[in-house]
């Protein structure tokens, strides 16, 4: 009669530890299951990605680009301001970036939003100049001290770590031009909040304007 018994025992004890493994097993799986998939890489600087852009358009990796302005814009649809003609597009305001970059003497534009960017065949300065940012990305003047710092550099042709910055004014530029207009050029009227560079190179001084956006030399550099 014990016999019984016991097997009955025997068999609920079995079928817990089973259990208790499967729970076990279950839970292992559940758990790395649940683990975040990891984010891709932090993206690339829009300076970098609109000089690669366009370096691939010319098939010429080592190609010397100039980055002139990069302009935060909304996209009226999902050309993202290049529309080709007889294409439909989908009438969806996409925030981006408008690259205007400059080679052997061309100067090129770089329309960016999300993970897309090309070159579009538009003349360059016809976008910039018509649209005011909508969306605005946050940009220290940190960063546009660097920004200016690169581009005097690899003007003069030294190391970044030679040039200094002697000062940074705030300032509130009347228009699009940041103060420094170009000739025969027309640029919309609006304020602009920036600063006015001054940086050093070997006792020499050379004067950056900039937006929140973009750094421009003024007046325009001459080297020696």
Same mark, same amino acid.
């Given at each position: 009669?014990?016999?019984?018994?016991?097997?009955?025992?025997?068999?609920?004890?079995?079928?817990? !530890?089973?259990?208790?493994?499967?729970? =076990?097993?279950?839970?292992?799986? %559940?758990?790395?299951?649940?683990?975040?998939?990891?984010?891709?890489?932090?993206?690339?600087?829009?300076?970098?990605?609109?000089?690669? %852009?366009?370096?691939?358009?010319?098939?010429?990796?080592? =190609?010397? !680009?100039? !980055?002139?302005?990069?302009? $935060?814009?909304?996209?009226?649809?999902?050309?993202?301001?290049?529309?080709?003609?007889?294409?439909?597009?989908?009438?969806?305001?996409?925030?981006?970036?408008?690259? *205007?970059?400059?080679?052997?003497?061309?100067?090129?534009?770089?329309?960016?939003?999300?993970?897309?960017?090309?070159?579009?065949?538009?003349?360059? @300065?016809?976008?910039?100049?018509?649209?005011?940012?909508? *969306?605005?990305? $946050? *940009?220290?003047?940190?960063?546009?001290? =660097?920004?200016?710092?690169?581009?005097?550099?690899?003007?003069?042709? !030294?190391?970044?770590?030679?040039?200094?910055?002697?000062?940074?004014?705030?300032? *509130?530029?009347?228009?699009?031009?940041?103060?420094?207009?170009?000739?025969?050029?027309?640029?919309?009227?609006? $304020?602009?909040? @920036?600063?006015?560079?001054?940086?050093?190179?070997?006792?020499?001084?050379?004067?950056?304007?900039?937006?929140?956006?973009?750094?421009?030399?003024?007046?325009?550099?001459?080297?020696?």
């Amino acid at each position: 009669m014990k016999r019984p018994i016991v097997c009955c025992l025997l068999t609920l004890a079995l079928t817990s !530890v089973s259990a208790c493994a499967s729970d =076990a097993g279950e839970r292992d799986v %559940t758990a790395t299951a649940a683990t975040p998939a990891a984010k891709p890489g932090a993206p690339r600087d829009l300076d970098k990605l609109a000089v690669e %852009t366009l370096r691939k358009h010319l098939e010429d990796p080592a =190609a010397d !680009v100039e !980055v002139l302005s990069i302009t $935060p814009i909304e996209w009226r649809d999902s050309s993202l301001g290049c529309p080709r003609p007889d294409f439909l597009y989908m009438q969806v305001i996409t925030p981006g970036h408008l690259a *205007v970059l400059r080679h052997a003497g061309t100067t090129y534009q770089v329309h960016m939003a999300e993970k897309s960017a090309f070159v579009c065949d538009r003349e360059a @300065g016809e976008i910039a100049k018509e649209s005011v940012p909508k *969306v605005e990305v $946050p *940009v220290t003047i940190e960063r546009m001290e =660097a920004l200016a710092r690169a581009d005097l550099a690899r003007r003069l042709g !030294v190391s970044a770590d030679q040039i200094s910055i002697a000062d940074a004014k705030p300032v *509130v530029w009347q228009d699009l031009s940041l103060g420094c207009p170009e000739p025969g050029q027309s640029y919309k009227a609006v $304020p602009v909040s @920036g600063n006015v560079l001054t940086l050093t190179y070997h006792g020499r001084t050379y004067t950056y304007h900039t937006d929140r956006y973009r750094v421009m030399p003024c007046p325009p550099f001459q080297k020696d």
